[in-house]
């Protein structure tokens, strides 16, 4: 198996695990992170790219994702995004860390 349809497969795993459609082929799949031109770079580590939804939501499909860095989706899915309704956490706290996160990503 290549490293990109291990990464596939594990992409693909993961969402069935967390119960979200996994509407992309591998085709499809390694087409988007090919156009992105950030291929090489997909990862989990400060300054890598992963593939996130549109607002966090729906299934991931050729219409609603995209390529972005791993901070930027773990900011929005954790910091208070528009989209993070109905979290634990009170406004105060999420604007103190999208404060703290602000100051991190300026120091990248």
């Known amino acids: 198996m290549t490293p990109f349809k291990r990464k596939y497969t594990e992409h693909r795993y993961n969402a069935k695990r967390r119960n979200i459609d996994f509407d992309l082929t591998f085709d499809q799949w390694k087409l988007i992170w090919e156009e992105s031109g950030q291929i090489e770079n997909m990862g989990r580590k400060l300054g890598q790219y992963c593939m996130s939804r549109k607002g966090d939501i ?43 996160w602000a100051k991190k990503k300026e120091q990248i």
């Open 58 to 100: 729906g299934p991931y499909s050729m219409d609603n994702v995209f390529i972005q860095l791993h901070s930027q989706n773990a900011a929005d899915g954790h910091y208070g995004n528009q989209w993070n309704v109905g979290s634990k956490w009170s406004e105060e706290r999420r604007a103190k860390l999208k404060n703290t």
